[in-house]
């Protein structure tokens, strides 16, 4: 499969607690997106990566909220001391670099409950 | 910052039939993309059909086809002989050339057999 993959698919939590989630996009797409979706909504940008480097960060991402990509390859997504609010879909998506033919491509997401 | 409605939060059509989804957009920018996303139930997210903005002919893909009116800023989804398959969530979605995409809150579609 050479799709983008998300780990874990579900994720309960109790509120307080940290949770990691890893995303590992299409081998050759530079470009890795962060998106968060609440039920019934439309995506909402958190954070995208060029390579290793984090070039745009939504003001939606708090401080409880790190994303890292440290080789280029997979990334990770961090929130500490999850929140109830924090429930939601976490979608990651992966592009080409550049400006023509960028289509993004979606992993399945990771629901993440806190209770 | 641009911004993306969709003002069908839900749509119905029979099976065979055409549908079409609506959507607006607010940008001051003139290259970009635009896009209709298909989210089913519990499955990923996948493209339908782009559209350039520099482009005057609007994008088909076999069933799927747009009607772009960029001065109006509006990028709605015609979809023709539906199908059971085609029933799920529709986003619409706008993209700066390399940059992220801005997405509506979406237009369930059910199709009725």
């Known amino acids: 499969d050479t799709g983008v993959s998300q780990d874990p698919r579900h994720k309960i939590t109790k509120r307080g607690q940290n949770v990691t989630f890893r995303c590992d996009p299409i081998?050759?797409?530079?470009?890795l997106y962060w998106y968060r979706q609440t039920l019934g909504q439309g995506p909402e940008f958190l954070t995208y990566?060029?390579?290793?480097?984090?070039?745009?960060k939504s003001r939606l991402l708090s401080d409880r909220f790190s994303a890292e990509r440290p080789k280029g390859s997979f990334s990770t997504l961090e929130i500490q001391r999850t929140e109830q609010g924090d429930s939601a879909m976490y979608l990651c998506?992966?592009?080409?670099?550049?400006?023509?033919?960028?289509?993004?491509?979606f992993g399945q997401g990771t629901r993440l409950t806190v209770v | 910052a641009q911004t993306v409605t969709q003002s069908q939060p839900e749509m119905s059509v029979q099976e065979a039939e055409t549908v079409t989804l609506s959507c607006t957009y607010d940008?001051?920018?003139?290259?970009?993309?635009l896009f209709w996303y298909k989210q089913p139930p519990s499955r990923q997210m996948i493209l339908v059909i782009r559209?350039?903005?520099?482009?005057?002919q609007n994008a088909t893909e076999n069933r799927f086809s747009v009607n772009f009116q960029k001065a109006a800023k509006s990028f709605s989804l015609k979809i023709s002989d539906s199908q059971l398959g085609d029933a799920a969530m529709y986003f619409c979605?706008?993209?700066?050339?390399?940059?992220?995409?801005?997405f509506g809150a979406g237009t369930i579609l059910r199709v009725k057999s």
């Open positions: 998506a992966s592009s080409p670099a550049g400006t023509v033919n960028t289509e993004a491509f």
């Open positions: 081998s050759e797409h530079n470009r």
């Open positions: 990566f060029q390579n290793e480097a984090q070039l745009e």
């Open positions: 940008t001051s920018e003139s290259d970009y993309y």
């Open positions: 559209q350039e903005a520099y482009k005057q």
């Open positions: 979605a706008f993209q700066e050339y390399g940059n992220k995409l801005v």
